[in-house]
């Protein structure tokens, strides 16, 4: 069963502050990734890593930044936090797959960020 | 560039009512389709794919090629059904999902 967990399920921060928001996942998946849902707006992919140390901007990069250092752990970084990034943040991991793969993704419960 | 569109943000249906989720899509490539749901305080899951032409809890969904469609369809709502239903592509080379706007889907009795 595969687990993917996140560090809080409710963060509040105020305007400026750094936020770290960590994500863990047990299943030894390359891929991992960062969303924000948002109401009306659906999912909406953040950041993007297939492998340590790599990363691939997602729809809505900006005010975000990740870091990959081990396969298992994928961070979300807010460098300065503003009150439009309050929203819910979901990661998810899955396998690497090639173009005619159609890996499942496995979501963690999600971080309800709000920023005051 | 790919696009997932799914028109209703709210479907309600009666117990027992066929139900139809809606689902438009736009993509170049050959697609890749998938529906996944999120009942009230769960994670996000996957409750199925076109390539393996399943039914999921009574759900189905068929890729029309021709209308870039894939509805999920169940022909007898249960209350349990009540949840967040997202439609998504695969993209990426087989890696990233772009997922549409969601659809809530409220089963009254």
């Known amino acids: 069963d595969v687990k993917v967990t996140q560090s809080s399920r409710y963060l509040v921060k105020r305007t400026g502050e750094k936020v770290f928001l960590e994500c863990v996942q047990d299943?030894?998946?390359?891929?991992m990734f960062w969303y924000r849902q948002d109401p009306g707006l659906g999912l909406r992919l953040i950041y993007f890593?297939?492998?340590?140390?790599?990363?691939e901007k997602g729809d809505i990069p900006e005010g975000y930044s990740v870091s990959r250092e081990k396969k298992e752990r994928f961070s979300l970084i807010l460098e300065s936090a503003s009150t439009n990034q309050t929203s819910m943040y979901l990661c998810?991991?899955?396998?690497?797959?090639?173009?005619?793969?159609?890996?499942?993704?496995?979501f963690g419960p999600g971080t309800r960020l709000t920023v005051l | 560039a790919q696009r997932v569109t799914q028109p209703e943000k709210l479907l309600s249906v009666f117990k027992g009512a066929p139900v139809e989720l809606k689902c438009n899509y736009s993509?170049?490539?050959?697609?890749?389709l998938f529906w996944y749901v999120q009942y009230s305080r769960q994670r996000l899951q996957l409750l199925l794919r076109?390539?393996s032409r399943e039914s999921i809890k009574g759900f189905t969904a068929d890729l029309n090629k021709g209308e870039t469609s894939f509805h999920l369809k169940k022909p007898f709502a249960q209350e349990e059904d009540s949840a967040m239903y997202y439609c998504?592509?695969?993209?990426?080379?087989?890696?990233?999902?772009?997922f549409g706007t969601g659809t809530q889907l409220k089963v009254e009795l």
């Open positions: 998810a991991s899955s396998l690497y797959g090639g173009p005619l793969s159609y890996n499942e993704q496995f």
């Open positions: 299943m030894d998946h390359e891929n």
């Open positions: 890593s297939y492998d340590v140390k790599m990363k």
């Open positions: 993509y170049s490539g050959s697609p890749e």
């Open positions: 076109h390539i």
């Open positions: 998504a592509l695969l993209t990426g080379g087989g890696n990233k999902l772009t």
